[in-house]
């Protein structure tokens, strides 16, 4: 049975061979042991016989053989029985074959879930151990507070530099329909979430359905990360989102080990501005809002900036028209999307320009309607 489990299941024929000799040879023998005693009386394994079985897949599993891999060597070890049998068959034997067939069906409907369940088990336990070191790390980094020790604890080095994102994930449509547990609609977005920044590798996250904090290890530092790094993190969020069925928004901070601290406030507070201008989903870092990030700190200059549109406080067309034509970039990309003539919207910027005297369609005057604008949003805020 050693041979052929070797011979049909290749993860099997990379394990050590005292291994093989030694601790898989026993478990063998004590399944073919249960398993005959089973054919000739009908016994079915007991609780110490399955507490074995149990046992053995957990170790399988500390070792990180894979589950389907120990559930097959199982069905392979009676499959062996089986054809050790078959050359003796005889015609008058059918009954008995049958019988056998009967019994060894019944025997892996017994001994697969005993099995499964040590595995399961003991992958959750070491699962659970390495979130909490992975937390604790996470934890330490944050703070910047007992690193050495949590990194110790956890037994992985840190990186040259991590990439700090703060995340923003905004509902999925599930958690806004009548009738639907918005909790659970959450936590399965949580999930969802997770799972595919797991697929990035070794991430330390602490999230909630409403986002959180992911540190993504990078192997170079801060100041030689190549350009395509910022084009990859704001693909991760488009993937985050798709995964997640929500809008997912980060603010991103390239940062040693030493500054996370800081470069957690930091990539919070790109979050937050992003958010709070409207921002499309996306990644964002320092230098993609830096006229909105300043604006957003307070300043004798901040009130005086926001007043400069205050006679158009009551006309939200002009407003809007002024946010449209400035993003857009000219007068006929902001017709397109504001879906009128470019006439109408050369009338519009007139009337702002003789309700505030600036006059969004010169350089200057964009520029200063560009920071009123911010001002204003940062105050309403």
């Known amino acids: 049975m050693l041979v052929e489990l070797v011979t049909r299941i290749p993860d099997y024929d990379r394990l050590p061979r005292e291994e093989l000799t030694g601790d898989i040879a026993r478990v063998v023998e004590r399944a073919l042991r249960s398993f005959t005693t089973f054919l000739r009386s009908g016994t079915a394994p007991g609780r110490a016989e399955l507490a074995f079985l149990r046992e053995s897949a957990a170790r399988r599993a500390e070792e990180g053989v894979p589950a389907e891999v120990v559930l097959t060597a199982y069905h392979v070890g009676v499959q062996v029985v089986w054809d050790s049998l078959a050359p003796d068959v005889r015609p008058g034997d059918i009954g008995a074959v049958m019988a056998v067939n009967s019994l060894a069906l019944r025997y892996l409907g017994l001994v697969t879930p005993a099995v499964a369940a040590g595995y399961v088990d003991e992958r959750q336990a070491i699962a659970e151990d390495e979130r909490s070191a992975q937390h604790t790390v996470l934890s330490a980094l944050l703070s910047g507070e007992g690193v050495d020790a949590a990194v110790a604890q956890s037994g992985t080095p840190l990186p040259p530099c991590y990439l700090v994102l703060a995340l923003g994930v905004g509902p999925h449509r599930d958690e806004a329909v009548e009738g639907v547990d918005a909790v659970v609609a ?90 709070r201008f409207g921002r499309s989903p ?7 809002v830096l006229l909105e990030y300043q604006m957003s700190r307070p300043s004798r200059a901040l009130g005086r900036l926001a007043t400069l549109l205050s006679s158009l406080e009551e006309n939200d067309e002009l407003l809007r028209t002024l946010e449209v034509f400035l993003r857009a970039g000219g007068r006929r990309q902001a017709a397109s999307e504001l879906h009128v003539h470019p006439n109408t919207v050369d009338y519009r910027l007139r009337r702002v320009r003789e309700l505030t005297g600036l006059n969004p369609a010169e350089p200057g005057g964009a520029a200063l309607v560009r920071a009123a604008l911010v001002a204003r949003a940062a105050r309403r805020t």
Not at 282 to 288: Q, S, V, W
């Open 282 to 288: 996306g990644a964002y870092r320092l230098d993609d």
């Open 186 to 275: 959450g936590r399965r977005k949580l999930r969802r979430l997770r799972a595919r920044l797991d697929r990035r590798g070794p991430v330390l996250s602490a999230l909630t359905p409403e986002g959180g904090t992911a540190l993504l290890p990078r192997r170079v530092g801060p100041g030689v990360l190549p350009e395509r790094t910022w084009a990859e993190v704001d693909e991760l969020v488009g993937e985050l989102g798709r995964a997640a069925g929500a809008v997912v928004t980060a603010g991103v901070v390239a940062a040693e080990p030493a500054e996370v601290p800081e470069a957690a406030v930091t990539a919070r507070e790109v979050l937050d501005v992003a958010l």
